[in-house]
Nanobody, 126 residues
Framework: VQLQASGGGLVQAGGSLRLSCAAS????????MGWFRQAPGKEREFVAT????????YYSDSVKGRFTISRDNRKNTVYLQMNSLKPEDTAVYYC????????????????????WGQGTQVTVSS
């Protein structure tokens, strides 16, 4: 599976962005998909994840209520709608794919995911 993230950019605090992650391959619908982010000087951080069917989602506490993850298996794409953005959301955002039992806290661990996109920069100005 190859992943291509897009949709990042510069936005003012309180604004919105929608990230997309397009996947190649015919088995996209088998994968749990996740979004992670990494700010300069910090470790990669879990943001959100969605089960293969789209019926289960899970968010970090820092984005819950502001971000929404969704997927369209017909288009092999996963989305991250980000609203009410804050300067602390500034980071490179990565999408990831893996096949594993959807359990917390497992879904939060980068090592559970087998494939990663190249990242897209999100910058939120104050």
């Amino acid at each position: 599976v190859q992943l291509q993230a897009s949709g990042g950019g510069l936005v003012q605090a309180g604004g919105s962005l929608r990230l997309s992650c397009a996947a190649s391959g015919r088995t996209f619908s088998s994968y749990t998909m996740g979004w992670f982010r990494q700010a300069p000087g910090k470790e990669r951080e879990f943001v959100a994840t969605i089960s293969w069917s789209g019926s289960i989602t899970y968010y970090s506490d820092s984005v819950k209520g502001r971000f929404t993850i969704s997927r369209d298996n017909r288009k092999n794409t996963v989305y991250l709608q980000m609203n009410s953005l804050k300067p602390e959301d500034t980071a490179v955002y990565y999408c990831a794919a893996g096949i594993f039992a959807f359990r917390v806290p497992g879904v939060k661990f980068p090592d559970e995911y087998d494939y990663w996109g190249q990242g897209t920069q999100v910058t939120v100005s104050s």
